[in-house]
């Protein structure tokens, strides 16, 4: 079994910033990519940002420049830096692990609970 669990988020004012952390646990042979993703009101769930094992990033462009993602591949651990937030990024904010239990194996998508991302004008 993999658990993934995030923490942070909350309510702030538009400009202001927010840190999200997520770690996986369990059993966990290797992860390739972890990262974030939202689900605003009445919206499909859409990628913020990932990072792979090896170091490459990827960003909507919607948060390009504003939100930066790291990852500390020895703690299975990942973080999501948000600055100069605006209204449309109220979501659920969901971490997204993918995982290979054992080698050899096919990786497997996991999920943890989300966290609310509430920003006022």
């Known amino acids: 079994q993999v658990q993934v669990v995030e923490s942070g988020g909350g309510l702030v004012q538009a400009g202001g910033s927010l840190r999200l952390s997520c770690a996986a646990s369990g059993s966990i042979f290797s992860i390739s990519v972890m990262g974030w993703y939202r689900q605003a009101p009445g919206k499909q769930r859409e990628l913020v940002a990932t990072a792979t094992s090896g170091g490459t990033t990827n960003y909507a462009d919607s948060v390009k420049g504003r939100f930066t993602i790291s990852r500390d591949n020895a703690k299975n651990t990942v973080v999501l830096q948000m600055n100069s937030l605006k209204p449309e990024d109220t979501a659920v904010y969901y971490c997204?692990?993918?995982?290979?239990?054992?080698?050899?194996?096919?990786?497997?998508?996991?999920w943890g609970q989300g966290t609310q991302v509430s920003v006022s004008s």
């Open positions: 997204n692990a993918v995982v290979k239990t054992r080698w050899g194996t096919l990786p497997n998508s996991y």
